[in-house]
């Protein structure tokens, strides 16, 4: 199984252009996430996805929009790139069972630089 | 918004050494998560500890869970190199929605040949 898949690896974007991060998973989960992870600063939740069909916002949603596109497929756009959205990108899945013993699986994430 | 600070911020350390990474929280939380992360991919699960005062172990590596469910520590008994990389703590449960989880801002930690 190959998990949780995110393209592209890598993406240089100009301040003011669009682009979208794509995510998917093989485990049949029905909880997806994206998650931003900056230098000190942990991990931090932008949006996420408790079943196909369901989107919510996180701690840092700003500037983003997410499409659950099936059970398998969740992306995150940024519709007017801007350098304060310079980071590193990882969407995650999980299967929830009890609330208190949830795991996580990330994918190996995607570096944008913006400019 | 719930926090989870993590100490020490970075560590360095010598092959064979011990060390005590902490992960502290003035919020409760119904269960703690240790990540560890390796450069250029995504964390990887280690453990989750649900039971104040829960003591569990995976070889080197001993995780603590605070009586009162707001801490936890990673303790590392003779450091490999093999254990370098981002250590990251995330609460469950308490005032997070669902399944959310809260993460610390990590512990980097190098070990030196």
């Known amino acids: 199984n190959a998990g949780v898949t995110q393209t592209p690896k890598f993406q240089v974007l100009k301040t003011g252009q669009s682009m979208t991060l794509q995510c998917a998973q093989d485990?049949?989960?029905?909880?997806m996430y994206w998650y931003r992870q900056d230098p000190g600063m942990g991990l931090r939740l932008i949006y996420y996805s408790a079943s196909e069909g369901t989107t919510d916002k996180g701690e840092v949603p700003n500037g983003y929009n997410v499409s659950r596109l099936n059970k398998r497929e969740f992306s995150l756009r940024l519709e007017s790139a801007a350098p304060s959205q310079t980071s590193v990108y990882f969407c995650a899945s999980s299967e929830p069972g009890t609330a208190t013993r949830e795991t996580q699986y990330f994918g190996p994430g995607t570096r944008l630089l913006v400019l | 918004t719930q926090l989870l600070e993590q100490s020490p911020q970075f560590l360095s350390i010598q092959e064979g050494e011990n060390l005590t990474v902490y992960c502290n929280s003035s919020?409760?939380?119904?269960?703690l998560q240790w990540y560890r992360q390796e450069p250029g991919e995504g964390p990887v699960l280690l453990v989750t500890?649900?039971?104040?005062?829960e003591v569990k172990k995976l070889k080197r590596l001993t995780f603590q869970f605070g009586d009162a469910r707001k801490d936890s520590s990673l303790h590392i008994t003779a450091a490999q190199p093999g254990d370098t990389g981002l250590y990251l703590c995330?609460?469950?449960?308490?005032?997070?929605?669902?399944?959310?989880?809260?993460f610390g801002g990590g512990t980097r930690l190098m070990v030196k040949p």
């Open positions: 500890v649900v039971t104040g005062g």
């Open positions: 485990m049949n989960h029905n909880s």
């Open positions: 995330a609460g469950a449960g308490g005032n997070n929605a669902g399944n959310m989880l809260t």
């Open positions: 919020s409760v939380f119904s269960s």
